[in-house]
């Protein structure tokens, strides 16, 4: 994958790979708490979460599809997609054109159960929210991690980050705030 390093040393390169390492991991390990506090109340996990997000925003998914945007095992996103159809939340299908792949999409239920996800947000309770406050106070906004979207480009794509954009999209313009809380918007 790297072909010249006259670029720079090994030094450096090794200290940046475990400064990179280190605080990923002090970030995921935050992160992972919090989401796992929003979610607990609704007996999800985070892959399940993961999945109906990702259904969602897509207006339907395949599981190839899940899997790559959720960054997760083909296998993990067919079992999890697997527990929330038994649970009511999502449903399974091929297409006439493509039956090579499986497909699944949101139950009336299962955006309910997202929708209720949004609408009980609050993000005084999760650290890394809080922990970015102090910068938006200074900056007059949150960071937008240019240099993180841009390796994650190198990494998974053009793809990854348009359907990352899109859900950042889909929220701006899918719902309205009311009273600090998320709605969807009803036109």
Known sequence: MINNTSEFSMKEALIYSQR?????????KTIEKDW???IKPYDLNINEHHI???????KGASISEIAKFGVMHVSTAFNFSKKLEDRGY???SKKEEDKRNTYVELTDSGELLLLDLMENYRPSTY???????PLKEVYG????????VSIIR??????FLDIFERSIENIENDFIEVDGKLYKRVD
Do not use: N
């Not at 990179?20 to 995921?28: D, E, F, P």
């Not at 650290?127 to 406050?133: E, I, K, P, R």
């Open 20 to 28: 990179v390492a280190q605080l990923s991991k002090a970030l995921w």
């Open 36 to 38: 796992q506090q929003w």
């Open 52 to 58: 109906l997000w990702i259904a969602y925003h897509l």
């Open 90 to 92: 999502l449903v399974f």
């Open 127 to 133: 650290s890394v929210f809080g922990g970015s406050l």
């Open 141 to 148: 906004k949150f960071p937008e991690f240019l240099d993180l």
């Open 154 to 159: 190198k990494i998974y794509g053009d793809e």
